[in-house]
């Protein structure tokens, strides 16, 4: 079964650094991509980057290239979200997802794969 | 970036009836599109993909069409665990982006 556990709720403050994780498991790590996905509070959904952990090869959403910084670990399949200064507007709630999809046997990803598969979600709360 | 445009923002149906959700993107996205439905509290859960394409476990009741610029997701017989906000996603051209939602309320 296709897990993706991240960690734990964080209260922060303003100016404060981040990193909050996400751990794969029941897939080969390597093979997809994985995304962070932002959803502030009572609104929708936005995209922010992209990762493929075999490589590291990033790809950012505008809106977001420059306020954080996504990477991987793939010796324990982990992807990181990072932030080196929190503002009261990044209290959101953060989900890692994978991108790709499974059909007929064969499974496949890229940067044009829908995403099958969630984590759980990491709140972030910033306030002074 | 492309556009994705819900419509209606908010959908009040009968237990049992048809619901019928529209997603308009400002640019092709050929059949690179996908429907997600979120419960209050919970995560995302992958409806359709490559727009008509039901994803594993998703009952035949939720069906996709369209391709390009418009799409629709249909809900027939409509159940209580059906209420929820859904989003349509793009996944054609980076940046991926998602429409605003579409909640679907009881009536």
């Known amino acids: 079964e296709v897990q993706l556990v991240q960690s734990g709720a964080e209260v922060k403050k303003p100016g404060e650094s981040l990193t909050i994780s996400c751990k794969g498991s029941g897939y080969i790590f390597t093979s997809y991509w994985i995304g962070w996905v932002r959803q502030m509070p009572g609104k929708g959904l936005e995209w922010m980057g992209i990762i493929y952990p075999a490589d590291s090869d990033t790809r950012y959403s505008p809106s977001f290239q420059g306020q954080v910084s996504i990477s991987a670990d793939k010796s324990i399949r982990t992807a990181y979200l990072q932030w080196n200064s929190l503002e009261a507007s990044d209290t959101a709630m953060y989900y890692c997802?994978?991108?790709?999809?499974?059909?007929?046997?064969?499974?496949?990803?890229?940067?044009?794969?829908?995403?099958?598969?969630w984590g759980q979600g990491t709140l972030v709360t910033v306030s002074s | 970036e492309i556009v994705m445009t819900q419509s209606p923002a908010t959908l009040s149906v009968s237990p049992g009836e048809r619901a019928t959700l529209s997603c308009r993107a400002s640019?092709?996205?050929?059949?690179?599109l996908a429907w997600y439905q979120q419960k209050p509290g919970q995560t995302p859960r992958l409806l359709i993909y490559g727009a008509s394409t039901r994803a594993t476990g998703v009952p035949a009741r939720f069906s996709g069409s369209g391709s390009g610029t418009e799409f629709t997701l249909t809900i027939i017989n409509l159940q209580s665990e059906d209420f929820a906000v859904y989003y349509c996603?793009?996944?054609?051209?980076?940046?991926?982006?998602f429409g605003q939602g579409t909640k679907v309320d009881i009536k």
């Open positions: 997802a994978r991108v790709g999809y499974c059909s007929g046997g064969s499974c496949y990803s890229s940067p044009t794969t829908p995403t099958d598969s």
């Open positions: 996603h793009q996944y054609n051209n980076w940046p991926r982006t």
């Open positions: 640019q092709s996205v050929s059949s690179n």
